[in-house]
């Protein structure tokens, strides 16, 4: 790729940084986003109540790159960030990635092709760019992405996440269609009751088949990942591993097709 070519300009996007307490990390994915020349309508940067010295950072960076700060007295979660800084974005398309991710130089074209999708198709409510694993249940769409499909007798419990907190390309509308995030609860319980409601409304996602080469997720000693799951969920012993399958299977699929929440 060449990127001594002139800014690729998108204006129809905003793009929207959650941030809590990794002013480095985001300076990388800053200077990331300037080196592959992208530009965008608008970046917001919407702020967890970080510490006095990552705030005095952010301000320093706000200087720099002339990104909208949107800040928090106080610590509320996840679900809070994403509601406060999606509701000030105006175009019709966010670009929604989390601080600790750093855009590599195949993205600017991925996410060409993705925007291109969403003009063109209006079913398709999100465009992913990252995951830890592939999707169980996809088919080809075109453009080097694919359709994650979902059916209530899928067997891998991952057929949830059609959606996921990590990057992603998603209409402005996205919150009236599937409501607001749940606010109060830890960060993975947030993303988790995201992928209820986008389930439950029937909403459809592509993701880029090279998922895995847009973006680095960096999480350093200085500004380590700041979510914490229980060791049962991760655990790989076996009796686990399937009690824990089967407690999903079901819990999933109550809460898709039977639960009112």
């Known amino acids: 790729m060449d990127l001594t070519t002139e800014y690729r300009g998108f204006p129809t996007v905003t793009l929207l940084i959650t941030h809590f307490n990794r002013s480095g990390s985001l300076e990388k994915l800053l200077q990331a986003i300037e080196r592959l020349k992208m530009s965008f309508v608008e970046i917001i940067v919407s702020d967890d109540a970080s510490g006095q ?7 320093q960076l706000q200087n720099k790159f002339h990104f909208t700060l949107i800040g928090a007295q106080k610590n509320s979660g996840l679900g809070n960030n994403l509601n406060k800084g999606q509701s000030a974005v105006n175009t019709p398309y966010t670009l929604y990635i989390q601080e600790d991710f750093v855009p590599m130089d195949g993205f600017p074209q991925a996410f060409e092709a993705a925007l291109s999708i969403m003009e063109r198709d209006k079913a398709i409510d999100l465009a992913g760019f990252y995951a830890y694993s592939k999707y169980p249940y996809l088919v080809d769409y075109g453009s080097n992405y694919s359709l994650k499909t979902y059916r209530p007798w899928y067997t891998d419990t991952n057929k949830i996440y059609q959606y ?5 390309l998603r209409r402005t509308s996205f919150l009236e269609k599937f409501g607001k995030y749940k606010e109060g609860i830890k960060s993975d319980k947030t993303e988790y009751q995201m992928c209820i409601s986008f389930l439950k409304n029937k909403g459809k996602a592509i993701i880029h088949r090279d998922f895995q ?5 960096e999480n350093t000693l200085l500004e380590p990942s700041t979510v914490q799951r229980a060791s049962w969920r991760q655990s790989k012993n076996p009796f686990i591993a399937i009690v824990r399958s089967l407690y999903r299977q079901v819990k999933y699929n109550y809460d898709i097709h039977i639960s009112s929440r």
Do not use: G, N, T, Y
């Open 53 to 59: 010295e990552h705030l005095a950072r952010l301000h």
């Open 164 to 168: 996921s907190d990590h990057p992603h």
């Open 213 to 217: 080469s847009l973006l680095k997720q």
